[in-house]
């Protein structure tokens, strides 16, 4: 059973950097896209970052130029690197993977950015 954890959420200053990581455990498979989206308190689920599995990125328009997506494949991990947070981004962090017609989420890391 393919199961996403993510990690390094917590709470930052505006202007301030996180790096959010989201490991594969259950599996070996190479995934597809993988991707992060965020849900603010009252909005719908969001897309932030994807990654294909051979590297090709994009991003939400809100977070280009502060935002980069990465992955191990080795280690069937995926990162956000998230710099000059602002109040905006506070959200629910969320990891998928996509492997054929097969989709996994994680339960989602919190990042609150506030002063």
């Known amino acids: 059973q393919v199961q996403l954890v993510e990690s390094g959420g917590g709470l930052v200053q505006p202007g301030g950097s996180l790096r959010l990581s989201c490991a594969a455990s259950?599996?070996?498979?190479?995934?597809?896209?993988m991707a992060w989206y965020r849900q603010a308190p009252g909005k719908q689920r969001e897309l932030v970052a994807t990654i294909s599995s051979d590297g090709r990125t994009n991003y939400a328009d809100s977070v280009k130029g502060r935002f980069t997506i990465s992955r191990d494949n080795v280690k069937i991990t995926v990162y956000l690197q998230m710099n000059n947070l602002n109040p905006e981004d506070t959200a629910v962090y969320y990891c998928?993977?996509?492997?054929?017609?097969?989709?996994?989420w994680g339960k989602g890391t919190l990042v609150t950015v506030s002063s």
């Open positions: 998928k993977a996509q492997y054929y017609t097969m989709t996994y």
């Open positions: 259950g599996s070996s498979v190479n995934f597809h896209a």
